[in-house]
């Protein structure tokens, strides 16, 4: 007597119709915003006005007047310079993000940390107090020294006779709410900060505001991913007298290649289509896609033919990104499902 089916996953085939069914037409809701894009950027601005219509060849003929219009000899500069700014940006941020957060979340798997939260509060006292110093006048370089000498002094003395400490879980949970806060919730004292450091219309804002932004994000993914890589491999390399850096960079970095490539995509897609802080810090002359996209549709209008080349110009390379990529992110993004 047979008390289980030979396949216990197999459906039947009114089932698996009905599976598919719903697959395919999520799919179409999915994918059919791209495609619209997609012929939009090959249509006259009659063929728009005219109202929708979707098959090339049959519905309208295909024109490339929105690419010469974008990318032709006169206007070819137009789109590049915000272009190369957020290629520039994008990248050196998103890799700036994961080299901090992937060295942050390793300390978090394999260190302690007992911090004391009178001497973080102390600290942040110290920091508010640069920043009032900086608005009254005071050159940033003298408030960062002053600063920083008050919090030694504070921490040497007073700070001896703080008591408590956080963990690991604390300093990770902190960690990861700074990434819930709104960006538009902090860009006031962001753009006063960099204005007053005279940063701001530079590439160097942007990719600081973004390396920070993401830190958080690569700490929650790396940390789980680094608490998947058995620590006896460490520990072998430590008795055969290996360093912690040698660890690092000779077996835990290479075990984590996945969850490191699919952290640096998502990050980079996060820093790539961001808005509002690149709206607030950057100028004409460091302007990213974003920005560039709508103040194109404010000053010209509502042209869907440009819009859409815009677009589609920025979505290509994270495209190729991903599809060139695929293996490495399967495999990042399931690390830990089945831990247990």
Same mark, same amino acid.
């Not at 956080?166 to 700074?178: G, K």
């Not at 160097?204 to 491999?233: C, H, K, Q």
């Not at 075990?255 to 607030?280: D, K, Q, R, S």
């Given at each position: ?48 006005? #005219? ?45 700036? #993000? ?46 960062? #020294? ?70 958080? +994000? ?20 430590? +008795? ?15 075990? #984590? ?84």
């Amino acid at each position: 007597m047979k008390l289980f089916k030979s396949n216990p996953f197999q459906v039947s085939p009114g089932w698996a119709f009905v599976s598919y069914l719903i697959l395919g037409i999520w799919t179409f809701i999915v994918l059919f915003p791209f495609y619209w894009l997609a012929v939009t950027a090959f249509k006259q601005p009659n063929d728009v006005n #005219a109202g929708p219509t979707y098959i090339p060849f049959v519905d309208y003929q295909p024109s490339m007047r929105a690419f010469d219009e974008l990318l032709g000899t006169n206007s070819g500069v137009f789109v590049t310079r915000p272009y190369g700014n957020t290629v520039v940006v994008g990248i050196t941020s998103a890799v700036l #993000a994961l080299v901090l957060g992937a060295m942050a979340a390793y300390g978090l798997i394999r260190f302690d940390y007992k911090p004391k939260p009178g001497l973080i509060v102390t600290f942040a006292v110290c920091v508010g107090l640069m920043i009032v110093g900086t608005n009254l006048g005071i050159p940033w370089q003298v408030a960062v #020294a002053v600063g920083l000498a008050i919090f030694l002094l504070l921490a040497q003395t007073i700070g001896r006779r703080f008591k408590g400490s956080m963990s690991n879980n604390d300093i990770f949970f902190w960690l990861v709410s700074q990434r819930m806060l709104p960006p538009v919730a902090v860009i006031i004292p962001i753009y006063i900060i960099f204005q007053r450091l005279g940063l701001l219309n530079t590439h160097l804002a942007l990719i600081i505001t973004y390396t920070a932004m993401n830190i958080p +994000i690569v700490i929650w993914f790396l940390r789980d991913y680094f608490s998947g890589i058995p620590v006896e491999l460490e520990e072998s390399a430590f +008795i055969d007298g290996a360093s912690r850096y040698q660890v690092l960079w000779s077996i835990v970095l290479p075990l #984590a290649v996945p969850g490191l490539i699919a952290t640096f995509l998502i990050v980079l897609v996060f820093t790539w289509n961001e808005y509002t802080l690149g709206l607030f810090l950057s100028g004409a002359d460091t302007q990213t896609m974003p920005p560039f996209v709508s103040a194109q549709n404010a000053t010209r209008g509502p042209q869907w033919w440009n819009i859409s080349v815009l677009v589609l110009l920025m979505v290509a390379p994270l495209f190729v990104l991903s599809v060139v990529l695929e293996r490495f992110i399967a495999r990042g993004l399931l690390i830990g499902a089945v831990k247990g």
